[in-house]
């Protein structure tokens, strides 16, 4: 089985930073992609940022220039830092990976459990 497990949320001012966190782990074999989406009450969840295997990166529009993706494939880690974070940045944040267990033909997705974020004054 592989587990995500994030870190890092918590409640900080408009204007400020917060990095988050996530671990992937367990029989991994190979990690495609990884990322972070957020979930806002009453929405959908969305893409934050995604890097994958070939460092290639996606960020969501509404958070370009403002957060960085980053990752450790040799740890199996990847990091959001996320900086003049906004109110309408509060969310519960999910840590994805696109991940091929060891045994298995093709990759799944895997999801953390989410960490709250909450911008507020």
């Known amino acids: 089985q592989v587990q995500l497990v994030e870190s890092g949320g918590g409640l900080v001012q408009p204007g400020g930073s917060l990095r988050l966190s996530c671990a992937a782990s367990?029989?991994?074999?190979?990690?495609?992609?990884m990322g972070w989406y957020r979930q806002a009450p009453g929405k959908q969840r969305e893409l934050v940022a995604a890097i994958t295997s070939a460092g290639e990166i996606d960020y969501a529009n509404a958070v370009k220039g403002r957060f960085t993706i980053s990752r450790d494939s040799a740890k199996n880690t990847v990091d959001l830092q996320m900086n003049s974070l906004l109110p309408e940045d509060t969310a519960v944040y999910y840590c994805?990976?696109?991940?091929?267990?060891?045994?298995?033909?093709?990759?799944?997705?895997?999801w953390g459990r989410g960490t709250q974020v909450t911008v507020s004054s």
């Open positions: 994805h990976g696109d991940i091929q267990y060891t045994g298995w033909v093709n990759s799944r997705d895997y």
């Open positions: 367990g029989s991994i074999f190979s990690v495609y992609s």
